[in-house]
């Protein structure tokens, strides 16, 4: 049975699909195999693979558990792999079931006996939790940076529109009138807090798992803290069970993922509603739109469309991690291996999303009067009358019945309450003077809103410029300025 075990120059990886013992006397059905190899892929890992295990053999070197020659072949041998998967010419065998046993198998074909020795020490179950963790690390801080360019653009639409006037809603009816800047940076704040989540996740992402090897830690003396350095991680998981078995951290990310394409769907569903004909408060650029093949006057929101289907998709991600660590004993199953697609597609699933909006939200076309003349519809101004009658004498309550039967008459009447003649106001109470207009007219209602977070153009631009001294310049900012 065991040719394999003779001779220490076999290398056992490269030829047989049973890897890893001489223990097995039937060979995988082709099914069982495809079923259970995740190489097609987690070699998307393969970066992280030999980054981590550089890092634990030159830790294993220093120690003095392979020697320095050892050491030396392995850098050599992942030096010449890195550059045979990055230029596409890597052989992938699902024989080898997944990213980790292809890569220390053609370090055996490289490295020899050196290769072998990579292993000691670890197991896949601290390595692939290793390696899921650093292309973690790396994703998180390309969406930080992706997420703080979006805020740029809002910040820029709110800055270039702190004046124009959109109706504000409640229950989708006209209630106030706000700064269509002001809404804009409400998306800012709500993207501010995407990236404190991402970043607080990250730091539950960034703690080494290596050292915990199958889950019990291991008896050659690694230096675990040497591993962590090396791999610029915050902490060393302090117990091996949960070391290998823990996936706080993706459920963690997926749950911050997962709010961030709901904020996208929010503003996807507004400028589906905005861009439709009974609005027609913007327009999307035609590269993110589409036509219809029989309706020749259509132009369709294609892109804030998928972007809200695809909010689905990450909140399903999310609901299929969670439910993948459920019920699962101490400490490494194979369950495991079912979080990388969910992962990997939350990941591609954002970062494109999040690409997209960026363009999108700049090149979008903000129509004014259009906004203003809904505004002025629905009787938005109607909270400045009842303040107004309270600052010259009325109880609130009372100033809100007035203002109500107002508003019925110039319903009545078809007409803006600014349109009705300081005479027919007064009817409602004697106490409204000439200087009723001013608080009747859209600008006025704004600009009496000026407190911290209110929609006051002044508030906007103010935050305007919090938000730019937040965020900085950023890539592409002199191209735009
Ligand atoms: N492909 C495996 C995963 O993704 C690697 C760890 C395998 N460990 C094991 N004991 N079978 O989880």
Sequence with gaps: MSSQAGNPADNQLANKSQAWSALFSEPMSELVKRYTASVDFDKRLWAAD?????AH????????????????????????IREEIASGRFEWKLDLEDVHLNIEARLTELAGLAGKRLHTGRSRNDQVATDVRLWLRGEIDTLVGLLSELQRVLVGQAERHADVILPGFTHL???QPVAFGHHMLAYVEMFARDVERLLDARKRVNRLPLGAAALAGTSYPLDRERVARTLGMEGVA???????????FAIEFSAAAALIMVHISRL?????LWMSQAFGFIALPDRFC????????KKNPDVPELARGKSGRVVGHLMGLITLMKGQPLAYNKDNQEDKEPLFDTVDTLSDTLRIFAEMMDGLTVKAEAMERAALKGYATATDLADYLVKKGLAFRDAHEIVAHAVKTAQAQG???????????RAFDARIGEDVYEVLSLAGSLNARNILGGTAPAQVRAQVARHRARLGAGVGADAKA
Aim: no cysteine; aromatic share 0%.
């Design 57 to 80: 053999a030159d830790m294993l070197a220093a120690q003095g558990i392979i020697g320095a020659d050892d050491l030396a072949a392995i850098q050599r041998g992942m030096a010449q």
């Design 238 to 248: 302090q117990n091996s069970l949960d070391a290998v078995s823990d996936r706080d």
């Design 268 to 272: 996807s569903e507004e400028l589906i």
């Design 50 to 54: 030999i980054e981590g295990s550089l």
């Design 290 to 297: 589409t036509g219809s093949s029989i309706m020749p006057q």
């Design 415 to 425: 007409v803006d309450l600014s349109a009705l003649s300081l005479e027919a106001l």
């Design 173 to 175: 009816q006209v209630a």
